[in-house]
């Protein structure tokens, strides 16, 4: 589960994918040198509405230029299959009355410094996309990506295209080319948007979907609810909502929520006397052990420890 932990780290839908997900499929291809596709297909064991991510990651190693690269990493849920073993690579479009079920894919592409070395120029205009893929730039740093519509299809096509051979290599090489470039557009755009030192949020309607935003995660410790979710219940859109609630409560919307469930489960266990199993049942965990996994990672005790104190 490693790669699917890197990608989810620190987001919400963390806890529900360590819970609810078996891997199915996973495949490596190098679609050209320096140019590597990975494809790990998972099995949602329950139905969810998730948010999909995405994530470009800049590695520099001073010394290394092996170890340069640029990485992406997505996360793409609410796929259908069919559940007959001869469709369980793609959409079904064979069997009448097929049961489908839910998948989530974890898409990474990785560029290396070789690969990228044919887009850049000494007599390129500096720009920041040009130094990051000469890998001028000296830190290391990861950014979110927008998954916009054309980045949507984009990953569809290259789950669902039915090309082989010489015709796949070109067809995977020109796709995961435009994925580069709209990640590199989402840096070059985030970076411009902190040119402006506006203070966020400062309006008092969107200080008060913050405080909304807050009390339905605060009503929903049991009942774990996505970003989509919640972005529709206050008003607003997802990146607006993450980008507010951290800037007027000082953490994340992961982070608090998690930090709120731990607290009453702490309570319930320590000064109602409930026991593991009632705990784990009433904030929504699908075992004991995936709710004792969380309750030591937040407190360092697990709950029957708690319990002895």
């Keep these: 589960m490693q ?19 078996e891997l199915v499929a996973e495949s490596v291809l190098d679609v050209a040198a ?31 230029i092996k170890e340069r ?6 996360c793409v849920s609410n796929n ?11 959409i079904c479009r064979q069997h009448k009355n097929c049961q489908s079920e839910q998948r989530l894919n974890i898409l990474v ?32 740093f990861t950014n979110t990506v927008n998954l916009c519509n054309r980045t949507r299809d984009i990953l569809q096509n290259v789950l669902n295209h039915n090309y082989s051979s010489a015709l796949q290599t070109i067809y995977l090489n020109s796709q995961i080319q435009a994925l580069l470039l709209y990640g590199l ?11 402006f030192a506006c203070k966020f949020p400062t309006l008092d ?9 807050k009390e339905i995660l605060l009503q ?17 859109n997802e990146c607006y909502l993450k980008k507010g609630f951290k800037a007027m409560f000082g953490t994340t919307i992961f982070d608090f929520y998690q930090n709120e469930r731990m607290q009453h489960a702490r309570y319930l266990l320590y000064e109602k006397g409930l026991t593991v199993t009632e705990v784990s049942d009433l904030l929504g965990y699908s075992s004991i052990s995936h709710f004792s996994t969380a309750f030591k990672k937040h407190t360092g005790l697990k709950p029957c420890e708690l319990l002895l104190r």
């Design 109 to 140: 592409f990785q560029y290396s410094s070789g690969y990228l070395k044919q887009f850049t120029s000494p007599h390129s205009s500096k720009s920041l996309s040009d130094e990051l893929m000469a890998f001028q730039r000296k830190n290391s």
């Design 3 to 21: 790669s699917i932990n890197e990608i989810l780290t620190g987001s919400e839908l963390q806890p529900l994918m360590s819970e609810s997900l």
């Design 80 to 90: 259908r299959y069919c559940s007959h073993p001869e469709c369980s690579s793609g």
């Design 205 to 213: 309607d969107d200080r008060a979907r913050m405080m909304l935003a």
């Design 69 to 74: 690269k640029i990485e992406l990493r997505f």
């Design 220 to 236: 929903r410790l049991g009942e774990p609810i996505t970003i989509k979710e919640l972005s529709k219940k206050v008003g607003t």
């Design 185 to 195: 557009e989402c840096i070059v755009e985030d970076k411009a948007e902190e040119s």
């Design 34 to 64: 320096g140019l590597q596709m990975r494809n790990y297909a998972y099995r949602l064991t329950r139905e969810q509405d998730l948010d999909d991510i995405g994530i470009l990651s800049y590695h520099y190693h001073p010394k290394n």
